[in-house]
Every structure is written in C-alpha cells, then in structure tokens.
C-alpha cells in the first residue's frame, strides 16, 4: 500500500532541491527525511529529539517520500537519515547504491517489517478461539453475514487500484473465498476501509478483511492476523499472486515488507555514535501501532507521538543509547 | 338592511398596530403616524352601508386604501378594529372552514391583474369557482361554457390565459367570477389595466349583466367617470378615511370638500349627469282651456309662458305672445289643442343628449319620463349653470328672468 | 507584559482543551454510533432492499429490454424522437465499451437517490415556503450541506452504517438534495401574488393552493431542482465509490489512483453520457409539463 503513497510526493523533491549540503562535523548539522506518513513521522522525531538531546546534534526535517528521498539521497548525499524507508518498493536502486557504498542500511526500524495480511477483530478471536487460520474464517460465512446479502459472507478487501487489490483478489481465490459462500467487497477508499473496520468494532461485530501493519486502525482496534497455513512462495508471488492476470492462483502468503532506517556514508562517518544509535533503535509493530493511534485518536502530530513513545517506553530506547546520553534525553523531556 | 355594513373599521399596516391604532383613533394623520412609527394606516374608521342589488364604487387616488377595504369584505384582509357584516352575519366570527365556505358561494372577485391561472385552460379557470363549491366535473364545464360564451369567448374555451388579449383575459376574470353564481361581486380595479374603448365596452358588458342579475356589486376604481357611469352610490376614499358618500349627481354637484371637488373638476358633467338633475317644477300650471282664463292667470305671473295640464295629463307649452295671437283670431279655440308639445326630453337621458333640444327651446323644456308622463322643465340658463360653475348650489340658482314683451 | 500576550498572539484554547474538545465530541460520536448505528441500519433496510432489488433488476433484464424502457421513458418524457435516438445510441456505445454494469449499477442508485431527493425534498421545500422561520433555519443547513467538504460526512455515516448502497446513498443525497429544496422554496415564493390571491379569494383550501397553484406554477423551478440534484448526484458518483457503492465511480478511482487514462476518460464519458440523458429528458419533460408557457401571444 506505500506504493500509492509515492505517487504523490512530487512536492518534496522541490523542497529537498533547496537543502544546503550540511557541515557535518561533529555531528553538527544533520537532515532527517520526514516522510508524509504518520509512522515515519513519528520516527522522524524520536530520532530529532534524541540526536539533538542527546548528541548534541543540529537537526532540520525535510519533507521526504519514497522514492525522491532515496533518489536524492543517493545521488546528492541529501538528507543524511531516512529514517523509515520501505526497501520494496526502490529495491533494486537502493541495494546497488548500498554496494556501491553511497548508502548504508543502518538497521531495520520495524522489527516485524510491514506486515500485510488478513485480519479479524481481537474480540472475534477471542469469542472464537476455533479461527485461526484464513481457511477457518472462510467457513463461517454465517458469521461474517454480508449485510447487504445476508446469504453470503463479506470479505473487505483492498480498495481499487492499490496494489493490494490485485494480491488480496488472487488470494481469495487461491482460498476460494467465492466459494465458501463470500463476497469480496471493494470499500473504495482507506476511508471506506476504516470505516467498516470502526463501525464493526464500535459495536463488537464480526469483520474480516485486509489491512497492513504498521497503522493506527491496528493499534487503536487491535487485530488478529489470520494464518495463511503456507510460508511466501516468492516464485509463484511474482509469476502469478501479485498479477492481473493470474489463471491458477495457488494459496500463498504475503511477504514481510523490510523497512530500514538507511544514512548516508557521510552521516555514518561524521558521526559514528549516532550512527550507533541508529542501528539500535527500532520497534515491534505493536509498539508502532500503539503510538499511531494515539497520534490519531488525539490528531497529534508526530512531535507529540516522539514524546508519548519517550514517556512511555523507557525502557526500550534507553537500551539504544549509553546511560549517559539517556540521562540527557530524559532531562530534556 | 343593507348587504355589507362595514363599521367604524380601522387598518392598520405595521408589527405592532395596536400602538399605531390608538394614535389613529386619536385623530392622527397617516403620514404622522408613519414617520412616527412605521406603521401605514391603510383605512381610518370606515363605516359604509351597501345595499343589496345595487352597484357601489369606491374611488380614491392610488394608495388611499381601496383596495384594503374590499379585502375586508372577503376578509382576505383582517381589521385592526371594527366589524364587517354580510348578511347579518359577522365575517370576522367565522372559522377557517366557514370562511372558505362563505367566499365560496357568498362572493366572487374580479382583479386589477386579472389573477387568472396560468396554467389552466379559460374553460378551467372559469370553471374554478364551482370547482372550489365541489361541483361535479361535467355540470361545471357546462355551467363555465355558458359563461365564455356569455362574455363573448366562445371559442377560446381551451386557449391558456396568455394567448389572449387584456380585454379578453379580463372577460375570463368576470366569467370566473359570475359562473359560482356568487351575490356580491368584488371588483377591485377590474377595468383599469385595459385601454379605453374595450374599458368602455366592459363597462358596457357590465352594465347589461348587472340589468339582469341584479348582484350586489362593490367596484373599485380611481376613475370618476368609470364611477359615475357604473355606481348607484360612490364613496370617496382619501389616505384611509371616507371623504363623502352619496349618489353620482351628490358627489358631483355637491362636493364634500376639496380633495373630492378636485376629483370632479375634469368630469365632463354633460356626459355624467342626467336631465332629471336639473330639472325643476315649471313655475306656471295652467289647467284651464279656456284662453282669456289663462292669459289672465299668465298675467298674474312673472313668466310669459306655461305648462297646460288637462287633469294630470300634460298637453304642452305655451306663450303668452301665442294666446293673445290666439285671443284675436280664434277666440273660443281649446288651450289644450293650442300647447306645444312636440319638445320635450326624456328624464333619464343625459344632459349630452338633452342639450340640442334645450339650446334651441325658447321656453325652458318639459321633462317627461319613459312613459310620457310629464316630470318638470330644465332651463337654459340652469343647464348653463350646472355645466359651468362647478361648486355653486342647484337650490341657490338664480331665477329664470322674466321674459319682456315685444 | 504577559498579560497583553493575547493583543499579539490569538487567545486559542488550549491544545489539551481543544484536545479534551475533540475527543469528547468524537466519543460522544461513537456512543450513538454504539447505541443507535444498528436503529439507523433498521430503519434504512427497506430502502436498501428496494436497491438491490432495483439493481438486480437493471443488471438481470436483458440489456435490449432495459434500454428499450429507458427509450421509452426518454420518449415519453420528452415526446421528441431525435432525443429518444440520442438516448439508444450513449447506451449502446456505453455496452460496447464493456461498461454495461456499471452503468446500470450507476443509474439504479442515481435514480434511487433522484426519487428520494425529489420525495423528501420537496415538502422540505414547501415548508420553507409557509414559514419563514422553518426558511430561516434550513437556509444555513442547506449552505452547510453544499460546502462541507463530503469527506468530512462521509466518516460519520460510515461509521453509523458501515459501507455499501445506504451510506453512499446518504452521502450522495445530502451533496444533491439542497437544489431540489432551494429551488421549490424560492418556486413556490415566486409564485404570483395575484394569482394566489384569486385562489384564496375564491375559497382555496391549503391543499388546493398548493397542488393546484403553487406547485404547478413553481414547477419550472422544481424542475430546475431536480435537474441540478441529478447532476450532483452523477458528480457524487466517484466520491459514494469511496464508500464501497459499485458502479461507474469504481473504474474512476482505480483509474485515479494508477493513472490509467483511457479506464478514466471512458468511465468518465459514460458518466457524462448518462448525465447528458437524465438532463435532456428531465428538461424536456419538464419543459412538456409546463404547456401554458410555451404558447406565446
Ligand atoms: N400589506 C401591506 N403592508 C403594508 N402597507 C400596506 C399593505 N397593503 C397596503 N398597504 C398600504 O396601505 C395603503 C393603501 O393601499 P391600497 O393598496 O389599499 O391602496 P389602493 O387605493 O388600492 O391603491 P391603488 O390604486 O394603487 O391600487 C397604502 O399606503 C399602502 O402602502
Ligand atoms: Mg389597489
């Protein structure tokens, strides 16, 4: 679903044109990519806050998205940190940048990666412990009554023209969700996928669809991911699963999205106890979850979602930085 | 008792006309009380009697309330204080469902604008006043053909509104009007958006209607000669309050006060009043046939001339100069047979018409009535009078000389 | 001086007030959506029903015989065969260009959404009419409804009734219902004073002014409502598919979100089409039903 998301990000290539390459010595000045999605935001941030608490750095954000960050980063050293930059989607370009040694993969920030998949309500799994699996769901049409055909189930699936769509389709005939008696529903937007996903929660009914992790639906409506019961055939992925035209689509699983914070050379030499920092520092998508929907239950920005994961979990960035420097951090919140 | 009584009514315009009202009460004037607080006095303590079958106009400049008072009548109008009766019946009393129930069958009205429906056929739109009284459908229609036809439309039964002419729209607002067989009729203003001749030609229509119906008909006009030629009796309205009341030949001799004099200047009295107006009781009788009786009895009197009677038949004029010519050559001859009757005129025809007959007359002319029964005389000199000198008063007039011998 | 602070800067509420604000709205929100979202659902299911069954119809009937009743409409609304030929000819090309189910997915919930308006919006109208208070607080409703950027609707109804036909037809009809009341409103108000009148002065009752005087006469108008709550709701098309509605606006999404020119410029044609027929029909049916107008002196 970060594919969507690139699209649209003409606007920051201007604004990285305008950056003066920084005097990085001593740390010194450093830019951090502050990307147009809540997750990177917030991770912007931390890493503003503790680079300039703590090492005493000068940080600037600059606005930033997929593709023209990395490009730029690449090509122009600008800016110094991407802090949560979704490999897949610049693959190729980025790992031969990386061995060309004009950019270092400092660590991955999510530690389960973006996660895609196929979900239902915490409640739901709760109420029933039988579901485990993406086959279980798909027996119970009964239970995931389609309100507008109550004969059949309603699966949500992944709005038009986003990627997922065609994956999400392929998959749930390689399920046969259609057969099981379900129909998969196009909810036409994130909104509309949201919303089903609120409304179901709101009032404790059954929901079963698509979603991806990190986000703050996912922190704010905790959900189960359903077991697809085989491991990602990247083979038959690409040849077939993440296709329009996929004749015989076999069962299959989504792969885990790696997500790294990537620096540039410069940054890692100029300042090689941030770039320790940076090799620490990440989360699970649970933390992750938690701290966007707290930025979106309370329309906070990703300054105020940093503070909230620093007052919150001490104990997990303290781990990232010496004592000393942990000390400074604190003091300064 | 009279069809309408309109009393002591007061209308006033505005949020608050119970403040405003107490002012008009006290005698305030409409301009007074408007600068002073905004609130219009549309009409200031009305009291107005009309009578049934007869044709009652009020007239007033534009903005003097005529048009509010004949919304009283149907109460699409309500008072601000005062009452208006119909038939006994306090209109101000009735409920919704009554009201409706009244203005469907008690009265009809006809409209400066016409106010006709554009979106329904001439046939529909006459057919709307029985069509509110719940007739059914097919008798409606018939009963709505006779009256296109009677206001000369026949033909046009199925044409919209706006494919006809003023004049011929307006037919189709007094066809509305008269086809719910309603018995008083409201007119407010119905001829004066159409141009002369075919004004005329419905005053006309109007007046040969009402010969036969006999409705009571209120009719709103700023045009005097309109409301001397329709009215059996005219109220002058000015700012809301009634300057005068009277019958045509009352309010234009006998104007109450400026406003209304200034009204009846331009009318062409000629063409308004009638012979009967003028007309007066012939200052010499003579009953007698015998010739040397009524040169004496003519003798005894200032005029030299007299109007023969045999019993209560009127036989003619005659002059002095005549009888003695008489005396001398046919002394036993009959006065009755020497009278001239052959110039008369007709009490009800107007002074127009009378003129010629007057002008040319010697000796004042005898007035006779449609059947020939004899009325009074009209004088030169009166008729002169009563054409010219607009605010004198007929019983002020001057004496008829007494004519000198040769 | 800190006290003139608010001179230079704007004494906003605070962030935790604000904050306070808008979550207590927000669950105030969600505490009806828990208490009445499955009343709300209740209540629209016949309406949802009747969609379905309408849709189905639309897609089931043999498309020959669904364009042959459209034709017939078109003809009969507009007694003219030139626009009848019109109205055979975008529904065939639009068949051809493969959009056949869409489009009638489109045109059921645009005439579901059409019939509503005109059902509910026309009282609102008359009632404005009557009372100038009942004007005086709808007017800003209306204004609100016209200008609240759709999205900012949208969530709330989602969360009340979940995603589908019903939202979507909400969604769409508070967008393209304030034409139909605005315009009965301001017909009705326009209507003749004389004319008015002669009906009250010849006894008219309430319901006797209004279906045989002010209706008919404020009908051009009502028309005009109708024809623009038509086109907004065909405008709206895109925006309900945010929402899960199936039809036309679908293929335009995708067609946004991938930038597939050709998927768009054809599913935005045949919105246009469809647009161009309920116009010209409306407007000409309209135009039939208003005879007296057309005859000049
Ligand atoms: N609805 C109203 N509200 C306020 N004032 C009114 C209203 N109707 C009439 N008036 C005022 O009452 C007065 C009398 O008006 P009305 O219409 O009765 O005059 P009119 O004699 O019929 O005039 P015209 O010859 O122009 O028709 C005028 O001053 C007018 O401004
Ligand atoms: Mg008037």
Known sequence: MRMSITAMAGAAVLALANIQPAAAADCGRVTIADMNWASAEFAAYIDKIILETGYGCEVELVPGDTMPTSTSMMEKSEPDIAPELWINAARTALDRAVAEGRLIYAAEILKDGGVEGWWI???????????????????????????????????????????????????????????????LIDPGSAAGLDGSISKAYERKQPWIGYYWAPTWILGKYPMVKLDFAVPHDKEHWNSCTALAECDNPKMNSWPKSEVYTVVTPR?????????????????????????????????YTGEDGARYFLEKYPELWKNWVSADVAAKVKKAL | MAKIEIE??????????????????????????????????????????????????????????????????????????????????????????????????????????????????????????????????????????????????????????????GGMQQ?????????????????????????????????????????????????????????????????????????????????????????????????NRARVLTVDVVMRPPSLRLTTENIDAALREMQGHRDDFGYVFDGDDFRGVITERHLRRAATTNGNSSVYDLADDSQTVTADSVLEEALPTILQSDTPVAVVNNDGEFRGVVSKRELIRVLTEHREEPDEAAQEPKRTGP | MADSNWLIEFPALSRDTLRLLQRSIDETFREFSRSYGQALEDFFEPLLWFMIWFERLLLN???????????????????????????????????????????????????????????????????????????AT????????????????????????????????IAVIIYAIPPVIRLTNLGIRLVDKDVLEAANAFGADFKQRLFGVQIPLAMPNIMAGVNQTIMMSLAMVVIASMIGVKGLGQPVLKAITNQYFSMGLFNGLAIVAIAIVFDRVSQAYGHRIQKHRQVGH
């Not at chain 1, 030499?269 to 998508?285: T, V």
């Not at chain 3, 409703?141 to 939202?167: A, K």
């Open chain 1, 121 to 183: 309500p915490e409640y739901l799994a709760a109420e029933h412990p039988e579901i485990k699996t993406v086959e279980d769901a798909l027996k119970r049409k009964d239970l995931f009554k389609n309100p507008e055909d109550p004969d059949r189930g309603a699966f949500y699936g992944c709005p038009a023209g986003w990627n997922c769509q065609l994956t999400t389709a392929n998959l749930f005939r390689a399920y046969k969700g259609e057969e099981m008696g379900f129909e």
């Open chain 3, 61 to 135: 009937a043999p498309w020959w015989l669904v364009i042959a009743v459209i034709a017939s409409c078109a003809y009969l609304a507009s007694r003219n065969w030139k626009m009848t030929i019109g109205v055979i000819a975008a529904f065939l090309a639009i068949g051809i260009f493969g959009m056949w189910e869409d489009t009638m997915r489109t045109v059921s919930i645009i005439t579901v959404c059409t019939l509503l308006a005109i059902v509910i919006g026309i009282p609102i109208g008359v009632m404005m009419a009557r009372y100038d208070r009942a004007q």
């Open chain 2, 8 to 165: 002591n009514v007061y209308k006033i315009f505005g949020d608050n006309p119970e403040a405003a009202l107490a002012r008009a009460m006290a005698g305030e004037g409409k301009d007074e009380i408007h600068s002073d607080t905004g609130h219009t006095v549309g009409l200031h303590d009305i009291t107005l009697s009309m009578e049934e079958s007869k044709t009652f106009v009020v007239m007033g400049l534009s903005g003097s309330g005529k048009s509010t008072l004949i919304r009283h009548i149907n109460r699409l109008i309500e008072p601000t204080a005062g009452r208006i009766v119909v038939d006994g019946v306090d209109v101000l009393t009735l409920n919704d469902a009554d009201l409706r129930q009244f203005r469907r069958t008690k009265m009809a009205m006809v409209f400066q604008r016409f106010g006709l429906f554009p979106h329904r056929t001439v046939i529909h739109n006459v057919a709307y006043g029985l069509e509110m009284q719940g007739v059914e459908k097919r008798h409606r229609q018939d009963k709505a053909a006779e009256w296109i036809e009677t206001v000369g439309l026949a033909g046009y039964e199925n044409s919209y509104p706006s494919q006809l002419s």
């Open chain 3, 138 to 169: 709808i007017t800003p409703v209306l204004d609100v409804m016209q200008t609240m950027p759709s999205f900012v609707y949208l969530i709330p109804v989602v969360m009340l009734l979940g995603i589908g036909r019903v939202p979507g037809v």
């Open chain 2, 171 to 267: 037919r189709v607002g007094l066809a509305r009007a008269l086809c719910g067989d309603p018995e008083v009729l409201l007119m407010d203003e119905a001829f004066s958006a159409l141009d002369p001749l075919i004004r005329s030609g419905m005053q006309d229509q109007l007046i040969e209607l009402q010969e036969k119906l006999h409705k009571t008909i209120v009719f709103i006009t700023h045009d005097l000669d309109e409301a001397l030629k329709l009215g059996d009796k005219i109220a002058i309205l000015k700012d809301g309050r009634l300057s005068q009341v009277g019958k045509p030949e009352e309010i234009l001799l006998e104007p109450a006060d400026d406003y209304v004099a200034a009204f009846v200047r331009d009318v």
């Open chain 1, 267 to 299: 940054f890692a030499k100029s300042s090689p106890e941030g770039m320790a920092y940076l090799k620490k520092r990440g989360w699970s998508n649970k933390v992750a979850n938690e701290v966007l929907a707290y930025m979106s239950d309370n329309q």
